[in-house]
């Protein structure tokens, strides 16, 4: 099955923040240093990628640049949704992709980063499990 988000996935993901879910996304550097962090503005970008707004530009940001293999693991247990997100992420300091997550960056994530220095993170997904590890969706 091709990756295509459901309309499940793309309302939960992208309404995490505001329903007191979580996106942690998962990163490791080159030598394999691995990072688990939450960030607050995941969104599905479209039918095959994520994407959220980096402000804070650190060990994710630095393990992306050198490594650009990530997962994205969603849960809400009130609704029993879980998946774990899998592929390889792309920054865009500059340019229209990065203008596009900004604009639909939710507000409060980017309340943090009032003269938006941020750069949007894009991930082309080619993975999608639920929590058990089934295979959902691949590329």
């Given at each position: 099955?091709?990756?295509k988000?459901?309309?499940?996935m793309?309302?939960?993901?992208n309404?995490?923040?505001?329903?007191?879910?979580?996106?942690?996304?998962?990163?490791?550097?080159?030598?394999?240093?691995?990072?688990?962090?939450?960030?607050?503005?995941v969104?599905?970008?479209?039918?095959?990628?994520?994407?959220?707004?980096?402000?804070?530009?650190?060990?994710?940001?630095?393990?992306?640049?050198?490594?650009p293999r990530?997962v994205?693991?969603?849960?809400?247990?009130?609704?029993?949704?879980?998946?774990?997100?899998?592929?390889?992420?792309?920054?865009?300091?500059t340019?229209?992709?990065?203008?596009?997550?900004?604009?639909?960056?939710?507000?409060?994530?980017?309340?943090?980063?009032?003269?938006?220095?941020?750069?949007?993170?894009v991930?082309?997904?080619?993975?999608?499990?639920?929590?058990?590890?089934?295979?959902?969706?691949t590329?």
């Open positions: 099955m091709p990756i988000f459901t309309e499940e793309k309302e939960l993901i309404n995490a923040l505001a329903n007191k879910t979580a996106c942690f996304v998962g990163s490791a550097s080159k030598k394999g240093e691995p990072m688990v962090t939450y960030r607050g503005s969104m599905v970008f479209d039918d095959q990628r994520l994407a959220w707004w980096e402000r804070g530009k650190k060990k994710t940001w630095d393990n992306i640049r050198e490594n990530v994205v693991v969603f849960v809400d247990f009130t609704k029993h949704a879980a998946w774990k997100i899998h592929g390889s992420a792309r920054v865009y300091e340019g229209p992709v990065r203008e596009q997550v900004m604009q639909r960056t939710v507000p409060q994530e980017l309340s943090y980063d009032p003269e938006r220095k941020g750069a949007a993170v991930i082309d997904v080619d993975l999608i499990t639920d929590f058990l590890e089934t295979p959902l969706q590329r």
